[in-house]
């Protein structure tokens, strides 16, 4: 399975930024989509996931500003990022999650930059 990001760039704050994440194979694979950031010198958090069902949850410090979807038929999840903070920094991962005889399968893609200068 091969995750592609993409969408990443330089915005100021206030501005908005909308990630892609495309998939090898179809999201019905994936009980799961998620997105992480990475900001400089910590750890990867979890700011977003999205079941195959479209339900999606939210870290606080992005609630109510990002929005994520999922096309499973075009096998992509897409993160819009309005009202960007300096703190929104670091590079943005998308991740597929599905299990399978009883173990969680995970699969990354390589991240793209966000940068929001003040």
């Known amino acids: 399975v091969q995750l592609e990001e993409s969408g990443g760039g330089a915005v100021q704050a206030g501005g908005s930024l909308r990630l892609s994440c495309v998939a090898s194979e179809s999201l019905f694979n994936f009980e799961r989509m998620l997105w992480y950031r990475q900001a400089p010198g910590k750890e990867r958090m979890l700011i977003a996931d999205?079941?195959?069902?479209?339900?999606?949850s939210y870290h606080d410090s992005v609630l109510g500003r990002f929005t994520l979807s999922r096309d499973n038929h075009a096998s992509t999840v897409s993160l819009q990022m309005n009202d960007l903070k300096v703190e929104d920094t670091g590079v943005y991962y998308c991740?597929?999650?599905?299990?399978?005889?009883?173990?969680?399968?995970?699969?990354w893609g390589r991240g793209t930059q966000v940068t929001v200068s003040s």
């Open positions: 999205v079941l195959v069902s479209g339900r999606a």
């Open positions: 991740k597929a999650e599905t299990t399978s005889f009883g173990k969680v399968w995970e699969y």
